[in-house]
C-alpha cells in the first residue's frame, strides 16, 4: 500500500538548481528535515556536452552519481512526481505515494519536445542528424561531423525558450574548426537558420558573433522557425516566426537539431505556473525573491521558473543563495533583502581556443566578472570554460560552497 510522508522542505528536482539548493540548505544548518525528489541516478554536466559534440571530452566525463550529491541529512525520494499543488503543498508520485510539505522549492528543469518539430524523434535515429541537447545523441555529433566530406551543413535554433541559448551556435563554430581541420571546409556550406532574428539576444555580443559567422563564411537566415523534418529526403521545414508562412522546403545533408523545450507535464497541468504572458506554462515567480506570486510557501530556480533571464547553470549560481535567504528569513519569520538580479552567463566558444564570456542580467546589462574588454574572443575564458568551470561546478556550486 502506498504511504504517504511529510517533509517541512521538499525539493522537487535534483539537477543542478535541486541539488545545489539541497547542499545550501545543509551547509546553513538552518533548516531541517529537507528531501530532494529526484529519479535519475546520474547526474549531468550539460555546459560540457558542446565540447563532447566536438569530440574534446566523452559524455561518461560529463556523468557523476546522484547520490554522491545528496548533502548528509537530506532524504533523497528517488521518485518521479506525477502531479504537484502549491495551494495543497503536495506532490503526487509515480510510486503512487502523496508527499506533503511545509515549503517547496521547484527546480525541475525543461523537458526537450521534440514532438514540438513534425518527424524530429525519427529523424534522430538517421546518421546524419544529431543533437549536443541530448545525452542520447550528443556523443553522435562528433561521429557525424567527423564523418563529413562535402555537402551543406544546417544548424537549427528552434522556437525560444532554449537553455543556454549559445548552444546551438557554439556547436556550429566548431563544426567549422573540425571541418577544417579534416580539410573538407571548402566542399561544404554552413547554414544557421533561427527562430529568433538576431545571432543573440545582448547587441554588444552580437556585434562579435556576426563578425565571427563572416569570417567563418556561414551564412545565417533569422526569423524562420524549423516545423518538420523529412529525414527520409534530407528536407527540413521553416515556416516564418512572425506571420507562420511556410518557406521553401530546404535540403541538407548534414543537420544539427535543437528542440523547442516545455516545462514537464506535471508542472503544466499544476497550479503553479503563471497564466499571463511569458510566464504561461512555467513557475510563477517574482524576478526578484524567486518566490512564488501567489504561494508564498513556494519557490523555484533554475530553467523552469518564469524569471525573464537566460536558462543557464550559470543564472542558478546567482538564484540559489537569494532563495536559501529567503526561505531561511521566511522560516524566522522576518524578512530578506536578497534579490536576483537577472544574472546569467554564456561562455560563447567560437572555436578551439577561443571563448567570448557574455555576462549580462535583466534587460541585457552587461555583468562582467572580470577587468578585460568581455566583447572579445579570448583563449583565458576557454581555460575557464573547459578547465574551471567544471571544477567550480562539481566541487563548489553542488557542494553549496559557490
Ligand atoms: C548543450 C548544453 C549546453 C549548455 N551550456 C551551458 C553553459 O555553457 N553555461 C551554463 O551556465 N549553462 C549551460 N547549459 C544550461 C544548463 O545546463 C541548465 O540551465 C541547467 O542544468 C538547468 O538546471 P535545472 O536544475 O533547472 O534543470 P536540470 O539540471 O535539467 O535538472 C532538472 C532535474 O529535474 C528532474 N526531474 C524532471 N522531471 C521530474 C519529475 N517529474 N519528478 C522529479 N524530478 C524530475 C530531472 O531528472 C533533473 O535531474 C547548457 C545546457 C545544454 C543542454
Same mark, same amino acid.
Given at each position: 500500500?502506498?504511504?504517504?510522508?511529510?517533509?517541512?522542505?521538499?525539493?522537487?528536482? =535534483?539537477?543542478?538548481? =535541486? @541539488?545545489?539548493?539541497?547542499?545550501?540548505?545543509?551547509?546553513?544548518?538552518?533548516?531541517?528535515?529537507?528531501?530532494?525528489? +529526484? /529519479?535519475?541516478?546520474?547526474?549531468?554536466?550539460?555546459?560540457?556536452?558542446?565540447?563532447?559534440?566536438?569530440?574534446?571530452?566523452?559524455?561518461?566525463?560529463?556523468?557523476?552519481?546522484?547520490?554522491?550529491?545528496?548533502? /548528509?541529512?537530506?532524504?533523497? &525520494?528517488?521518485?518521479?512526481?506525477?502531479?504537484?499543488?502549491?495551494?495543497?503543498?503536495?506532490?503526487?508520485?509515480?510510486?503512487?505515494?502523496?508527499?506533503?510539505?511545509?515549503?517547496?522549492?521547484?527546480?525541475?528543469?525543461?523537458?526537450?519536445?521534440?514532438? =514540438?518539430?513534425?518527424?524530429?524523434?525519427?529523424?534522430?535515429?538517421?546518421?546524419?542528424?544529431?543533437? @549536443?541537447?541530448?545525452?542520447?545523441? !550528443?556523443?553522435?555529433?562528433?561521429?557525424?561531423?567527423?564523418?563529413?566530406?562535402?555537402?551543406?551543413?544546417? #544548424?537549427?535554433?528552434?522556437?525560444?525558450?532554449?537553455?543556454?541559448?549559445?548552444?546551438?551556435?557554439? &556547436?556550429?563554430?566548431?563544426?567549422?574548426? @573540425?571541418?577544417?581541420?579534416?580539410?573538407?571546409? +571548402?566542399?561544404?556550406?554552413?547554414?544557421?537558420?533561427?527562430?529568433?532574428?538576431?545571432?543573440?539576444?545582448?547587441?554588444? #555580443?552580437?556585434?562579435?558573433?556576426?563578425?565571427?559567422?563572416?569570417?567563418?563564411?556561414?551564412?545565417?537566415? #533569422?526569423?524562420?522557425?524549423?516545423?518538420?523534418?523529412?529525414?527520409? +529526403?534530407?528536407?527540413?521545414?521553416?515556416?516564418?516566426?512572425?506571420?507562420?508562412?511556410?518557406?521553401? +522546403?530546404?535540403?541538407?545533408?548534414?543537420?544539427? $537539431?535543437? /528542440?523547442?523545450?516545455?516545462?514537464?507535464?506535471?508542472?503544466?497541468?499544476?497550479?503553479?505556473?503563471?497564466?499571463?504572458?511569458?510566464?504561461?506554462?512555467?513557475?510563477?515567480?517574482?524576478?526578484?525573491?524567486?518566490?512564488?506570486?501567489?504561494?508564498?510557501?513556494? #519557490?523555484? $530556480?533554475?530553467?523552469?521558473?518564469?524569471?525573464?533571464?537566460?536558462?543557464?547553470?550559470?543564472?542558478?549560481?546567482?538564484?540559489?543563495? !537569494?532563495?536559501?535567504?529567503? $526561505?531561511?528569513?521566511?522560516?524566522?519569520?522576518?524578512?530578506?533583502?536578497?534579490?536576483?538580479?537577472?544574472?546569467?552567463?554564456?561562455?560563447?566558444?567560437?572555436?578551439?581556443?577561443?571563448?567570448?564570456?557574455?555576462?549580462?542580467?535583466?534587460?541585457?546589462?552587461?555583468?562582467?566578472?572580470?577587468?578585460?574588454?568581455?566583447?572579445?574572443?579570448?583563449?583565458?575564458?576557454?581555460?575557464?570554460?573547459?578547465? @574551471?568551470?567544471?571544477?567550480?561546478?562539481?566541487?563548489?556550486?553542488?557542494?553549496?560552497?559557490?
Amino acid at each position: 500500500m502506498a504511504q504517504n510522508s511529510h517533509h517541512k522542505i521538499i525539493i522537487v528536482g =535534483g539537477g543542478t538548481a =535541486g @541539488i545545489t539548493m539541497a547542499a545550501r540548505l545543509a551547509r546553513s544548518g538552518l533548516a531541517s528535515d529537507v528531501a530532494i525528489i +529526484e /529519479p535519475s541516478d546520474d547526474h549531468y554536466y550539460q555546459p560540457l556536452w558542446t565540447l563532447v559534440g566536438a569530440g574534446l571530452f566523452k559524455l561518461s566525463d560529463t556523468r557523476k552519481n546522484t547520490k554522491d550529491y545528496i548533502p /548528509p541529512g537530506v532524504t533523497w &525520494i528517488k521518485d518521479s512526481v506525477t502531479a504537484a499543488s502549491g495551494e495543497k503543498k503536495s506532490i503526487a508520485l509515480k510510486s503512487g505515494q502523496t508527499v506533503t510539505c511545509d515549503w517547496m522549492i521547484v527546480a525541475s528543469g525543461v523537458e526537450l519536445n521534440w514532438d =514540438g518539430i513534425k518527424g524530429a524523434k525519427e529523424a534522430m535515429s538517421a546518421p546524419n542528424v544529431s543533437s @549536443i541537447y541530448s545525452k542520447d545523441y !550528443v556523443e553522435k555529433t562528433f561521429t557525424m561531423l567527423g564523418g563529413v566530406t562535402s555537402g551543406n551543413l544546417l #544548424f537549427v535554433f528552434p522556437q525560444p525558450p532554449v537553455k543556454c541559448a549559445g548552444a546551438p551556435q557554439k &556547436i556550429m563554430y566548431l563544426a567549422d574548426e @573540425i571541418l577544417r581541420r579534416n580539410g573538407v571546409r +571548402e566542399a561544404c556550406e554552413i547554414h544557421y537558420r533561427s527562430a529568433p532574428g538576431l545571432i543573440f539576444g545582448v547587441p554588444v #555580443f552580437a556585434e562579435v558573433l556576426s563578425k565571427v559567422v563572416k569570417r567563418k563564411n556561414i551564412h545565417t537566415h #533569422f526569423n524562420q522557425k524549423i516545423i518538420e523534418v523529412r529525414s527520409a +529526403e534530407n528536407k527540413a521545414i521553416f515556416a516564418d516566426t512572425a506571420t507562420g508562412l511556410l518557406l521553401p +522546403e530546404v535540403t541538407y545533408d548534414y543537420l544539427h $537539431l535543437v /528542440p523547442p523545450m516545455k516545462p514537464h507535464g506535471f508542472i503544466l497541468a499544476s497550479d503553479l505556473c503563471g497564466t499571463e504572458g511569458a510566464s504561461v506554462g512555467w513557475v510563477d515567480v517574482d524576478p526578484f525573491t524567486l518566490r512564488h506570486k501567489r504561494f508564498p510557501h513556494v #519557490f523555484s $530556480l533554475g530553467d523552469v521558473c518564469s524569471a525573464p533571464t537566460a536558462k543557464t547553470g550559470a543564472a542558478i549560481r546567482m538564484q540559489a543563495p !537569494v532563495v536559501v535567504s529567503q $526561505l531561511l528569513a521566511a522560516l524566522k519569520g522576518t524578512g530578506s533583502d536578497a534579490k536576483y538580479d537577472g544574472y546569467a552567463s554564456c561562455p560563447l566558444v567560437t572555436g578551439f581556443g577561443k571563448v567570448v564570456l557574455a555576462e549580462f542580467g535583466y534587460d541585457g546589462k552587461l555583468m562582467p566578472t572580470f577587468p578585460m574588454n568581455a566583447a572579445k574572443e579570448s583563449r583565458l575564458m576557454w581555460w575557464l570554460k573547459t578547465i @574551471i568551470l567544471p571544477r567550480l561546478y562539481w566541487n563548489f556550486m553542488l557542494r553549496g560552497r559557490a
